[in-house]
């Protein structure tokens, strides 16, 4: 069965630095998504893209966010200097189109020090 | 926006034992979806259930939209079933999927 895949699966990196969390959707799904869940907390939504631009966001997804999907396959997260408070599980998802299930990928566990 | 609700927020049992998860919703959805997240945080989906009743071996599911809640109900436990449940809901085509806060399910022999 097809796979939402991402990379790396744990990272840790220092405070005020960039991360960049690399993620592979479904072949052929059309929508994309990327949520973070906080050690102990519920998952949380930060950002949909569908159609080469982002279609939703929540108040979470600030100014030190970007998404972007910079060839046919990869989906990726930028957070361009990341805080204590960033680190979380972050889950990049995928749909095939409205109405149907959301698929996770099994997340990267980011670390900031 | 749209409020998830799960109850009980924590659930131990022993092994064998039947349980009913539930959740409820704030306002009419158009998706939900019930997922597992074991021990590793992978989130399994179990079921896409916007409506009606589903079963998945010993799991099932029932989505009674008019009311707006969802139960799910796992029989027989066993210790591969510890972990978190979580019930997520789209309040409108083409939007996120919302979490609820989750039940943690420890499950021993």
């Known amino acids: 069965e097809p796979e939402v895949t991402q990379t790396p699966s744990h990272q840790v990196t220092q405070m005020g630095q960039e991360v960049i969390l690399r993620c592979v959707p479904i072949s052929n799904h059309l929508y994309f998504y990327w949520y973070r869940q906080i050690l102990g907390q519920k998952v949380e939504f930060l950002v949909s893209?569908?159609?080469?631009?982002?279609?939703?966001k929540s108040e979470i997804f600030d100014d030190q966010f970007s998404v972007e999907r910079p060839d046919g396959s990869n989906f990726t997260l930028k957070i361009r200097s990341t805080k204590l408070e960033d680190s979380a599980m972050y889950f990049c998802?995928?749909?095939?189109?409205?109405?149907?299930?959301?698929?996770f990928g099994n997340g990267t566990r980011l670390t900031v020090t | 926006g749209i409020q998830v609700e799960q109850s009980p927020p924590d659930l131990i049992l022993q092994e064998g034992a039947n349980s009913t998860l539930r959740c409820n919703f704030s306002?009419?959805?158009?998706?939900l979806q019930w997922f597992h997240q074991n021990p590793w945080g992978q989130l399994i989906n179990l079921f896409y259930?916007?409506?009606g009743t589903k079963q998945n071996g010993r799991l099932s599911a029932t989505t009674v939209a008019t009311e707006r809640y969802s139960l799910l109900y796992i029989s027989s436990s066993q210790t591969t079933d510890s972990g978190v449940y979580f019930c997520?809901?789209?309040?409108?085509?083409?939007?996120?999927?919302?979490f609820g806060k989750g039940t943690t399910l420890s499950v021993s022999s």
């Open positions: 998802a995928s749909i095939q189109g409205i109405g149907s299930p959301l698929h």
């Open positions: 306002d009419s959805v158009n998706n």
């Open positions: 259930i916007p409506s």
């Open positions: 997520a809901v789209v309040k409108q085509a083409g939007t996120a999927l919302i």
């Open positions: 893209f569908y159609n080469n631009e982002i279609s939703e």
